[in-house]
């Protein structure tokens, strides 16, 4: 089923990463910039992901063992080191997400190396952490990213969908490695509901809203894969949610053959496959397009 499955480490048959990314009330702040400081409804929300669920979260990883990686705006950083300290002091992977969750698309190149740089920054200045691994907010990345990721040596980006397994971005020769998501394994659509910030979505209960990850995650280990998850705190590690996913991850542990990592550990394990043997992973040739194809839509009327 996969064309150029890769041979995980130690007879793992699926590599695997539950991914968090810790937008706190970064998006309300954004969404209304007027008034945004006297809406508490959604900055409680918001806050109940380094406040309660953060903690939730990495007890579970301590116990079980597990090192995961989080993302995370650099203004979150800022307003809420203690969660993202615990996340360092315990082995995980901390990322960058933006400055304050900004889509990339409605910035500038110049306007976007700004907001990067003040999210870099503030890793350095808050936490001591220099993110090797980035997701784009709302996964918008464009040629303007990547152009940083590569001026600043990230690692990996996992903003893309353009495979089931890691591959390679090959920008104009440069080369980074891709930690593909997709909305299959993504919590927004089953938990977010967010009227303020434009998503309406009929909520699912705990059970059916995970079960689709499960499928995912079954499909993955049948062929070898990658199961991928990206979630955010104050959705999966609400309390009937989490308690389902900890069920799950201890039994999956222990009846299933899978190597749980944070994404750094999984892009660093590929591209060592890559350098072994170059035609293992899939190569991804960017710029896919220089200009629009449809600019001149006078052209298809
Ligand atoms: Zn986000």
């Known amino acids: 089923m996969l064309r150029n499955p890769i041979k995980w480490p130690n007879g793992a048959k699926c590599a695997c990463a539950i991914t968090f990314d810790m937008d706190a009330d970064s998006l309300i702040h954004l969404a209304r910039p007027k008034n945004s ?14 406040d309660v669920a953060v903690p939730r979260i990495l007890d579970t990883y301590r116990r079980l063992g597990l ?9 979150c950083v800022e307003q809420y080191p203690a969660a993202v300290e615990s996340m360092l002091e315990q082995g995980h992977e901390v990322g960058h997400h933006g400055y304050l969750h900004e889509d990339p698309l409605t910035h500038s190149y110049e306007q976007q190396a700004e907001w990067f740089g003040k999210a870099m920054d503030a890793h350095k200045r808050v936490v ?22 590569l001026e600043y040596d990230f690692q990996y980006d996992s903003s893309m969908m353009g495979d089931d397994i890691p591959y390679m971005l090959d920008i104009r020769g440069h080369h980074l490695m891709e930690m593909p998501v997709h909305w ?12 303020e910030i434009g998503y ?28 991928h998850c990206i979630w955010h705190p104050f959705l999966t590690g609400r309390l009937a949610r989490w308690k389902q996913v900890e069920k799950w991850l201890e039994s999956t542990l222990e009846n299933y053959d899978v190597w749980f990592a944070s994404l750094g550990e999984i892009a660093a394990y590929v591209r060592s496959v890559q350098e072994e043997d170059s035609g293992s992973v899939r190569v991804d040739k960017l710029p896919y397009y220089e200009l629009p194809p449809a600019s001149r839509a006078t052209d298809f009327s």
């Open 128 to 149: 001591g952490n220099t993110p090797r691994g980035y997701r784009a907010p709302v996964y918008n990345i464009n040629q303007g990213v990547l152009d940083l990721l």
């Open 37 to 50: 400081h006297d809406r508490l409804y959604p900055i409680s929300m918001g806050r109940y992901g380094p």
């Open 200 to 227: 309406m979505m009929p909520v699912k209960s705990p059970s059916s809203g995970l079960q689709g990850f499960w499928e995912e995650f079954e499909a993955h280990y049948e062929v070898g894969g990658f199961w």
């Open 67 to 75: 090192k995961q990686s989080f993302f995370v705006p650099g203004w």
């Open 184 to 195: 299959g394994t993504d919590d927004w659509p089953p938990f977010a509901h967010f009227d």
